[in-house]
């Protein structure tokens, strides 16, 4: 099968973002409350548009790493600054680095002190 | 970048990445809402911003812009404030905001936009306050600017 040319793929942007909260959430929990204020704000031809994935959570460090496509990526800032509740628990987001790859995130992530 | 919130959460502004955090006591702010106590704020003298001049129904127009830019107060919009609203509330609120800041960015005024947080839960990241003045029509340097250089000059 002959690829997918460079110029037609989509390009990724992987945002790492750590929650605050004195209770601790699993990557199901996050999920969830990522999907639902992303519904209520884009809806679903924006969730589709921008393709958006939890990637990888880190349940000890509460970090974690969402895809996005490079578009999108301010659309999907606009949507986490909506986000104030995990599992009616109340949180505080923080992004800490947006990368190109998910090579890079995980290296940014490891070095974290949490 | 700089944001305004309660004084009481004013020490928290490393922890989110803010160089600083500005709260009531410093800048002389007002609530603005419905049009006439909007007119009435940017007349007062000694006004420095006014604070989210909109409400369901459209309570701010290009007179109030003019007499704000000519009165050098500067026009703020705040996160809280449509957070908590809920339904066709937040529906209604955020178009006419999304048609205030229109009216500010044509008419050159100092637009803000903060978090206006007066719990800590309620702080915000850098970059979602600069998702969200972009979700509001602004383009990017618009959008840092708001957070940055234009509370030069009320400092």
Known sequence: MKPFPPILRERRRYIIFKINSSQKFTKREIEKALTDVVFRTIGLFGAVDSSYWLVK????????????????????????????????HKVILKLIKTTGTIKKAEEIIKKLNY | MYDLVSDKL???????GFEKYF?????????GGELELNRKIVRA??????????????????????????????IAFSLNSVL???GIQQVLYLRNMKEAVKICLKKKNNVIICSNAQEENEL??????????????????QAKWSLNQAYEGLI
């Open chain 1, 57 to 88: 959570f880190y349940e000890d460090k509460q970090v974690g790493v969402i895809r996005v496509t490079n578009e999108f990526k301010d659309v999907l800032f606009a949507c986490l600054a909506f986000l104030e509740e995990v599992n009616n």
């Open chain 2, 10 to 16: 004013k020490n928290k502004a490393e922890e989110m």
């Open chain 2, 23 to 31: 709260s009531e006591k410093e800048i002389k702010i007002k609530q």
């Open chain 2, 45 to 74: 003298k000694g006004v420095q911003v006014l604070l989210n001049p909109v409400s369901f129904t459209k309570e701010f127009d290009t007179a109030i812009a003019q007499i704000a830019k000519d009165n050098e107060v500067s």
């Open chain 2, 84 to 86: 908590k609203l809920k």
């Open chain 2, 124 to 141: 915000k990241d850098i970059n979602l306050l600069i998702g969200f003045a972009m979700f509001l029509g602004m383009t990017m340097p």
